[in-house]
């Protein structure tokens, strides 16, 4: 039979003092105070659950009394009863606890916070704009659990009624995946930002970036040269025609990328869109390009240091600002050359994965794309510098039409 404890006291637990050790003074079914060499008086239950031996601290004393500890003692013994362990029960308890007043805020910018080392520059600076500007001004300060479905069709009905379809798209998608990250950390127990795509605004026809026919094209550098323009505006605008690079590529590239003497230019995953890095074959014009700009911005990190703080890149409207100065709005933007490019070489019958690797595309095959790992640099170095020697001959041959100095 278990050894009879007898019941304490409040006296007993006032007169009990430190001693060099830990000691305990027991007031049966598990409960006892341990009386520690500082003084302090702390209550503990010690109890077993699944045949394993366990300690549950109950606070201290005097601010838990004899009878609030016996209090939470039996509380802790029909937890037993019902076949819970009331440790775990305590767990659970305080992170519900901690969830019920977790705000959309919290958990967005943590999952922000956890997923901007793995994104594209670009998508990076996306995400946080649409944080700041529309999802947490919109329902950053509820409570995870009171943001209902219709919560999220509202205000992603806001975003479309600004005619910004795209970005409403972006918003649904970010949606689902901040309370996707919240069903994995335990916090919300279903995603109501689920099936958001049912109820979206009809999307508009598809517009492609704009871009003239390669016939206009020594017309349009012809006038990049004498536009009131940066200098530096002007040789980005060639090098996109060069390269087919994405704007946003070339406007955040550092010198460290470039190897003039290679003629390479390789740019890490990081900054890539598809997440891989990215070799760039530099045709000769290319070349003589960056020679020139060092000079001008050798000295900075990036190739296109901005005018008023070098150590960040261009504005991502210069480009499509000066296009428009030049009298080219809505007919070519920075992105539109990539289209030329690729409009002109699938015309000219080179190899279509040449092509895409020029441009940085995945294969719309997913499991092809996942197992070629072939750049083909050396091919596309033969195909860009072929490129870029038509639009000198082009160019060349538009000026001797018009009897005007070579301007290419």
Same mark, same amino acid.
């Given at each position: 039979m278990p050894r009879k404890v007898t019941p304490l006291t409040d006296s007993a637990i006032k007169a009990a003092k430190p001693q060099e050790k830990p000691y305990k003074l027991s007031d049966g079914?598990?409960?006892?105070?341990?009386?520690?060499?500082?003084?302090?008086?702390?209550?503990?239950?010690?109890?077993?659950?699944?045949?394993?031996?366990?300690?549950?601290?109950?606070?201290?004393?005097?601010?838990? %009394?004899?009878? *609030?500890?016996?209090?939470?003692?039996?509380?802790?013994? *029909?937890?037993?009863?019902?076949?819970?362990?009331?440790?775990?029960a305590r767990?659970?308890?305080?992170?519900? *606890?901690?969830?019920?007043?977790? %705000?959309?805020?919290?958990?967005?910018?943590?999952?922000?916070?956890?997923?901007?080392?793995?994104?594209?520059?670009?998508?990076?600076?996306?995400?946080?704009?649409?944080?700041?500007?529309?999802?947490?001004?919109?329902?950053?300060?509820?409570?995870?659990?009171?943001? %209902?479905?219709?919560?999220?069709?509202?205000?992603?009905?806001?975003?479309?009624?600004?005619?910004?379809?795209?970005?409403?798209?972006?918003?649904? *998608?970010?949606?689902?995946?901040?309370?996707?990250?919240?069903l994995a950390k335990g916090v919300v127990d279903s995603n109501p930002a689920t099936d958001l795509d049912v109820v979206a605004a009809p999307a508009k026809a598809p517009r492609h970036h704009p871009h003239v026919a390669l016939s206009e094209l020594p017309e349009l550098l012809a006038k990049c040269d004498s536009a009131n323009i940066n200098k530096l505006t002007r040789y980005a605008i060639r090098l996109l025609v060069l390269t087919a690079v994405r704007p946003g590529e070339l406007r955040a590239a550092p010198w460290a990328e470039f190897d003039l003497d290679a003629a390479t230019w390789t740019i890490p995953k990081e900054r890539m869109k598809a997440r891989r890095p990215h070799a760039v074959p530099l045709p000769s014009q290319a070349v003589e390009i960056l020679r020139q700009l060092q000079p001008i911005t050798g000295e900075y990190p990036l190739v296109f240091a901005g005018q008023q703080n070098t150590e960040r890149p261009m504005s991502e409207n210069t480009i499509n600002k000066a296009l428009r100065l030049m009298g080219y709005e809505n007919r070519q933007t920075g992105h539109g050359f990539r289209h030329l490019l690729s409009t002109e070489l699938n015309g000219r019958?080179?190899?279509?994965?040449?092509?895409?690797? +020029?441009?940085?595309?995945?294969?719309?095959?997913?499991?092809?794309? %996942?197992?070629?790992?072939?750049?083909?640099?050396?091919?596309?170095?033969?195909?860009? +510098?072929?490129?870029?020697?038509?639009?000198?001959?082009?160019?060349?041959?538009?000026?001797s039409n018009v009897q005007l100095m070579r301007a290419c």
């Open positions: 079914e598990g409960l006892y105070l341990e009386i520690m060499p500082i003084g302090s008086k702390l209550w503990r239950l010690k109890y077993r659950h699944l045949g394993k031996e366990n300690r549950l601290a109950l606070g201290s004393y005097p601010e838990v %009394t004899l009878m *609030q500890a016996r209090k939470k003692r039996s509380e802790a013994r *029909q937890l037993m009863a019902d076949g819970k362990d009331p440790g775990a767990q659970a308890a305080r992170q519900a *606890q901690k969830v019920e007043g977790l %705000t959309f805020e919290t958990l967005a910018r943590e999952w922000f916070a956890y997923n901007a080392p793995r994104w594209a520059e670009s998508t990076t600076y996306k995400a946080k704009l649409y944080l700041e500007n529309d999802l947490i001004p919109g329902i950053g300060a509820r409570p995870l659990k009171s943001i %209902t479905r219709p919560d999220l069709v509202e205000l992603v009905r806001k975003v479309e009624a600004r005619g910004t379809l795209n970005a409403a798209g972006k918003i649904r *998608q970010w949606l689902h995946q901040i309370f996707r990250y919240g019958g080179y190899n279509k994965d040449w092509i895409e690797r +020029q441009l940085a595309h995945g294969d719309s095959d997913g499991i092809r794309d %996942t197992y070629n790992h072939a750049n083909y640099l050396e091919q596309r170095r033969g195909m860009m +510098q072929a490129w870029a020697d038509s639009i000198d001959a082009l160019c060349a041959g538009a000026n």
